[in-house]
């Protein structure tokens, strides 16, 4: 479908993905352990059971830790991206990518976190693969914390609910800015860091079991969630410091909720779920947590420890732009119980009757990309950047080496849509990196078969076959929408 040019010049079409996904490697030239590397593939566990996909306990860790194979743990072997980048890079340019979000892996650098001084090996691989994007003419936009802290933070500080973790990342940080300041220009500190309470173990190291109760645990979630925000606020200021001209941003889930009817009532709890998916924007864009959230930790006596100067820093080290991730919208009623539910990596929530579902019960909904993006514009007045968007299927590889993925065409077709005309009611939107843009292994379910890419990887759930990439039906369509600067749909 030919349209007028409806994205700006300049704008920043690209693809997405994660260090702990993607590379494998996840034992070679000095990396420590990662919380990725004893995320388990749970055949047994139902595809949408969200949060036991998620979950890992102290007996997983020991176990995993143990573990004298690798075949349950997809994530160590990822797509093999470590010794395959300059492939996939190439097939990227091919593609006509001017950008691609990726992430450093934390311990690649500083393998157990504590160290005093950087693994060269890490920073060497990270350079030569920011060098050669560039060579490319491909922008790196990185991610410094993708899920991949290190274990070690886990097993000896209970990650980031201990205050030392904030001078260690931040020291991570540092290096990073300093070793890639030729390099990059784009950073984003924590992915999705309102999924914190999601699944706390990767992101914050919280193992939930430690704590006596549900109280303590989510309290002691909330004191991680602190400590990153102000870490977030101190890399923020030593990029600008470190790279003049940088420009670093958050980056959240937008959890767009509906009310499933103008029933008041309906209306109060969808406006609870979004004000709470505010708050980490509010947070890291405004400069101050929300007075709500104060008002909830003094009514339910959660000491949340803030130290003095914290404040300020939040205050003064806000970012340059906000990035997020989209992938479906939820709704909320008064009348949950009697209706019908739907997962997703959110919250279970009410099935939406006008939207379909993907084949792991995500509800597509391409105009709540553009609500997400008028609601976020009009509330913060910063230049948005979607660094996550896609759809996860079942594809098949045909006999003849094709993959027919018209239903990926689709779901990007109509998001596409939706982005041009929030653009054309005023928004800023920078640049749009698909999720993932290159079949890897999936975040919850640790699955290969859960794929996402415009190029497909030949691996399965056991990391059995070739790893060869061959392009889908959509690589050629994606390299026409940014050929065309997205007027040709
Ligand atoms: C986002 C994460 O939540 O969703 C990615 O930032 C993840 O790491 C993506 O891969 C899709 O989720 P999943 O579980 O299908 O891989």
Redesign the pocket.
């Known amino acids: 479908m030919k349209n007028q040019a409806r994205f700006p010049e300049g704008f920043f079409w690209g693809g997405a993905i994660?260090a702990s996904?993607a590379e494998g490697a996840w034992n070679i030239d000095g990396k420590g352990m990662s919380v990725a590397d004893v995320a388990m593939y749970k055949p047994d566990i139902d595809i949408k059971d969200y949060v036991k996909q998620w979950h890992v306990g102290p007996e997983d860790i020991e176990n995993a830790m143990n573990a004298d194979d690798d075949a349950m743990f997809p994530k160590r072997r990822g797509i093999d991206f470590y010794h395959k980048y300059k492939e996939d890079i190439a097939l990227f340019k091919e593609l006509g990518f001017r950008t691609l979000r990726l992430s450093i892996a934390w311990t690649r650098i500083f393998p157990n976190g504590i160290e005093e001084s950087p693994n060269e090996k890490g920073l060497q691989f990270y350079e030569d693969l920011f060098t050669e994007l560039r060579k490319n003419d491909i922008e790196p936009l990185v991610t410094l914390s993708?899920?991949e802290m290190p274990l070690y933070l886990v097993n000896n500080y209970d990650g980031w609910v201990s205050r030392e973790v904030v001078d260690m990342f931040v020291r991570y940080a540092r290096v990073c800015f300093e070793r890639y300041k030729g390099l990059v220009r784009y950073w984003l500190t924590f992915?999705?860091i309102d999924?914190v309470f999601r699944h706390p173990f990767t992101t914050v190291g919280v193992v939930e079991e430690k704590y006596s109760d549900k109280k303590e645990a989510e309290t002691a979630i909330y004191q991680a969630l602190h400590h990153q925000f102000v870490a977030s606020a101190l890399a923020t200021r030593y990029c600008h410091q470190v790279i003049p001209g940088s420009q670093i941003g958050c980056m959240v889930?937008k959890t767009l909720t509906y009310p499933e009817s103008c029933n008041p009532d309906d209306i109060i709890l969808a406006q609870r779920d979004n004000r709470n998916n505010n708050v980490y924007t509010d947070v890291q864009v405004l400069g101050e947590y929300p007075r709500h959230l104060l008002q909830y930790f003094r009514k339910n006596k959660m000491d949340i420890r803030m130290e003095e100067g914290d404040e300020a820093i939040l205050k003064q080290y806000t970012v340059d732009f906000i990035s997020f991730?989209y992938?479906m919208s939820m709704v909320q009623s008064i009348n949950a119980e009697q209706r019908e539910k739907v997962g997703g990596?959110l919250i279970t929530g009410v099935k939406n009757p006008y939207l379909p579902i993907s084949d792991?019960g995500w509800q597509v909904d391409p105009k709540g990309l553009r609500v997400s993006l008028i609601d976020l514009y009009d509330r913060y007045r910063k230049p948005l950047w979607i660094v996550?968007n896609g759809i996860?299927s079942f594809d098949k590889l045909e006999e003849d080496g094709t993959i027919i993925d018209d239903y990926r065409i689709d779901y990007f077709r109509s998001h596409f849509e939706e982005i041009a005309n929030a653009i054309e009611e005023g928004v800023e939107c920078m640049g749009y990196t698909s999720?993932?843009c290159i079949d890897?292994v999936?975040?919850?379910?640790s699955q290969m078969s859960?794929r996402?890419g415009f190029i497909y990887v030949d691996a399965d759930d056991l990391g059995n076959g070739t790893y060869r990439r061959l392009r889908k039906k959509s690589f050629e369509w994606y390299k026409k929408v940014i050929k065309t600067n997205g007027s040709d749909l």
Do not use: D
């Not at 999936?442 to 379910?445: D, F, I, R, Y």
């Open positions: 994660a996904q993708h899920y992915n999705e999924s889930t991730s992938y990596n792991w996550e996860g999720w993932a890897i999936s975040a919850s379910t859960k996402y």
